[in-house]
């Protein structure tokens, strides 16, 4: 495989990482910031506190006295500035054009370096509009992935939402957004990555200038959850869809375990497509559901391999054992050869169409840096190759077990219907 990007690590006096892709085949800069914060660094009380000072970041700062004039110095640039929160950690972003790279900069060192945080209301107002997709009309969380986590990571700050509480949105106040920034965003526990074209050399420089004097700060770190005592654990939570949404989760390992390639390489033979055996088993050949797939989630400390569906009400228990069937199969026979070598096969594909995205690597070798030295992709495809048959059913029988699963479910079905439901989770668990 031929490599047409530079791969560099920098770290400026302060203790600020700075990646460098350059792929001067391209027509375009990437620039990210990566911060190691997210809803599992919250307590219950600032719970929501990371996804809020996201948006807040994007109100103003020196220089820019509101969103608007920000937004439209970057996308002056040919650029539009995006954020995200995740679990883990927060990402800010915007690809420019190369020849206003070093302008793209002064813009991200004045958010990072003295945001103003303008007009918190009207920004309290639109987030508390974004957690609405997550409510039902009593104000009742219907979003799976936040259920699904509470269920998995019980008691644990992985299980929070990361969107926070109407209560605690409501409560935050500049003096908490200047606390958390002052705790969180230090040179220490940020990653500022460029991807793309542009002069390193000159890069380098104004970064040092631009970013030099944040405070030094401290990295972040994380409490491993524990298995919750009480698995396997069964939720379900009424609203009025006219279908069941439920996620099957096992507890997995981070993706610095040796195991992880292998559960990568698992959940392409499960969700690889529509030819992926979820695909194949609970839709072309049943006509179960329409929509089904399977991820792996992976923290510095541990995972998550989901199983999701959406299925009618009266196809719950039918949908649930043809799952468990499925998986009870990988148990005792193996992948073929032939199998892995198209799933080997596809994932190189992946990894290499990867590489033509500024956006892909930067995430890859930027965010990844804030955990670990991220492995080059050259590196992963010989990991691929060393996956066998035995290692996939190994992992199977490993990680597939009744004393590391959750199950969540959010749909309209009735209480006897749940029970049902319920009952055939139990009797399917003993059965593994």
Known sequence: MSTAYDYRVATLPNGL???????????????????????RHETKETNGLSHFYEHMIFRGCEDFEDSTSLNSAMEDLGGTLDGYTMRDLTGYQSAVHPDFTQDAL??????????????????????????????????RVVDLDTIAHREAFKGHPLGQPIDGTKKNIRAFSVEHLEKHRRKFYGAKNMVLTLAGRFDRVRCLRSI??????????????????????DAPRFAYVKSDDAQ???????????????DHTTLLMLRRYLDGGF?????????????????????????????????????????????????F???????????????????RRRARIGLEFG???????????????????????????????????EKLQAAVVRYFRPDQMTVAAVGGADEVLVRSVRKRVRELVGSM
């Open 355 to 389: 590489l033509d995205s500024a956006a892909d690597l930067s995430h890859w070798f930027g965010a990844t840096h804030l955990f670990r030295e991220p492995r080059r992709p050259e590196e992963r495809i010989a990991e691929l190759d060393a996956v066998t048959p």
């Open 275 to 323: 030819s992926g055996r979820l695909q194949v088993e609970l839709v072309e050949r049943t006509g179960l559901a329409y929509e089904v797939g399977a991820d792996l989630e992976a923290y510095s400390d541990c995972g998550l391999f989901d199983f999701e569906f959406a299925v009618a009400h009266s196809k719950l228990i039918v949908t649930l054992e043809t799952l």
């Open 106 to 139: 002064d813009i991200f060192a004045a958010m990072f370096r003295a945001p103003s945080y303008p007009d918190i209301d009207v920004e309290r107002r639109i987030i508390i509009e974004e957690m609405l997709d997550a409510l039902d009309d009593r104000g």
């Open 325 to 343: 069937r499925l998986l009870g199969e990988l148990k005792t026979k193996p992948v073929s050869h032939d199998e892995l070598e198209r799933l």
């Open 208 to 229: 040092d200038q631009k970013f030099g004097k944040l405070p030094p700060g401290k990295l972040s770190s994380e409490t491993a959850p524990k298995i919750p005592l």
């Open 17 to 39: 990482t700075v990646v460098t892709v350059e792929m001067p085949h391209l027509h375009s800069t990437q620039l990210s910031m990566f911060v190691r914060v997210g809803s």
């Open 244 to 258: 069941t949404r439920m996620r099957v989760s096992f507890r997995t390992t981070a993706d610095t375990h040796e």
